[in-house]
Each structure stands twice: as structure tokens, then as C-alpha cells.
């Protein structure tokens, strides 16, 4: 890009940067960042995550930035989640279900651990999870990104960086403790006690409006998206 802009005086270029993140709405690249600040891409990495310590430390503020390895964005805070699904008129609705909740915690407590297939997802919860697996991934909650040394050669998965942003979560570290590891004869390992949502609950309560948006698995009307009816039936329906 041929960048004809003005270099910012240093002072300025916290400012900037909470600028062009709130008025995008989305993950920003570090890189495009360095080329419109005319900046090094390590010095706005640095930068930025300087400025997110100082940001997320004023409990005053609605929102928060947060800082991945390639990206950084800016998120609403969840403790004002209904006011602002108040505020906007954002039906209740689009919830993930126990039985997505139980595949997303998998995944994410045991993908430092040893490579999750579909097989060893459904192992661990002891039915077929093929289509609880295929809608997180068009919900890009969670993705294939390699493929086991194994007859047949499946998938292996992880958390997307869409579902860091959704949980409010930079690293997986920062995910919540729980008992691990509880081994099973097979070697399989469970998460435990995670803290699921009750019925009736809604898991988006727990999670954060993203951007300027507010992530919703179903319209208003309380239909299903066409192919993403998100594991209804639930366990009920699924197979040994």
C-alpha cells in the first residue's frame, strides 16, 4: 500500500490504535497496523500489548482489548451483556447446546495434551459426535488443522481464534482450572467439573459480544438456520 499518511506523533499512536480497532469491528493484523501506523510489525505487537495491560486494568471500561498472536480486537466486556442485548433488542436464542459445550471444553482442555479426532471426541463422550463436530466448525468455533499419522488419516482439531474471542480468552491457559488428568482403561482423558450451563440458561451470558456484534446461532424467530440446527436432538439421538 502505498501509505501517504501523515507519521503520527508517538503519543498519538495509542489513541489511533483504539481508533481503527473500534471502527473495525473485527480482529485486526498486527501487519496492517505497522503498515498504516508506518510502524515495525514487533513495535505495534509490543505496543498494542502494552496498551491492552493499561486498557483492561480501568474496570470502568465496557470494553477490552484483546491480543493474539497475529491480531487484536476489541470486545465488550460480558458483565453488560443483557444491557446491551436490551439496548439493541436482541431476542434470547442461538444458544449452544450442553452437548456443544461439552465438544468445545474437549477440545480445548486436551489440544496441548495429544491430537482430538472426531474418534477420540467421540470416545470421551461415548456417542457419535459427527454432527455436533460439523456445525462448530461452520460456527468457526472450532477447525481441522492437520491430519493423524493413523488408518483412514482423520482430522485433528482445535479452538479457532473466533473462540477465544467469544470466551473472552487470549491464550488457553486462561481458561478455567478443572481436574485433569482422570484416566479412563482406554488412556482417554476427561475434562471434569466444567462448568456448564443449567437448562434454560443462556451460554451466551458467558461468553462476549464480539466486535460489534453479538454471536447468535438462530434468527429471532426462534427457527433453525437451515443445516445448522445445532445438535437437536441432543444426545438422545445419537449413536453408539
Not at 479426532?117 to 492437520?146: F, N, Q, W
Request: aromatic share 6%.
Amino acid at each position: 500500500m502505498d501509505n501517504n499518511l501523515e507519521k503520527l506523533d508517538s503519543k498519538y499512536i495509542e489513541s489511533a490504535i483504539e481508533a481503527i480497532l473500534f471502527a473495525a469491528g473485527h480482529p485486526m493484523l498486527y501487519s496492517k497496523l505497522a503498515e498504516v501506523l508506518s510502524l515495525t510489525e514487533n513495535k505495534v505487537k509490543k505496543k498494542v500489548k502494552e496498551f491492552s495491560e493499561k486498557y483492561n486494568e480501568d474496570d470502568k471500561k465496557g470494553i477490552m482489548l484483546l491480543c493474539f498472536d497475529d491480531r487484536c480486537q476489541l470486545c465488550t466486556k460480558e458483565r453488560y451483556l443483557p444491557y446491551i442485548k436490551e439496548a439493541l433488542g436482541l431476542k434470547k436464542g442461538g444458544n449452544l447446546s450442553n452437548s456443544s459445550l461439552e465438544v468445545l471444553a474437549i477440545i480445548a482442555y486436551n489440544t496441548n495434551i495429544r491430537p482430538v479426532t472426531r474418534a477420540y471426541i467421540d470416545a470421551v463422550r461415548k456417542v457419535d459426535s459427527a454432527y455436533i463436530v460439523a456445525s462448530l466448525c461452520e460456527k468457526e468455533l472450532i477447525e481441522p488443522y492437520g491430519r493423524l499419522d493413523a488408518p483412514g488419516r482423520p482430522h485433528i482439531y482445535r479452538v479457532t481464534s473466533k473462540f477465544m474471542r467469544v470466551f473472552g480468552i487470549e491464550t488457553l491457559e486462561q481458561l478455567p482450572y478443572v481436574e485433569l488428568p482422570v484416566s479412563q482403561p482406554e488412556g482417554i482423558v476427561i475434562p471434569m467439573e466444567i462448568d456448564m450451563p443449567e437448562d434454560g440458561e443462556n451460554p451466551e451470558d458467558e461468553a462476549n459480544v464480539v466486535g460489534n456484534e453479538v454471536a447468535d446461532d438462530k434468527p429471532d424467530n426462534g427457527e433453525a438456520i437451515e443445516g445448522d440446527q445445532d445438535d437437536t436432538p441432543d444426545d438422545e439421538g445419537d449413536e453408539e
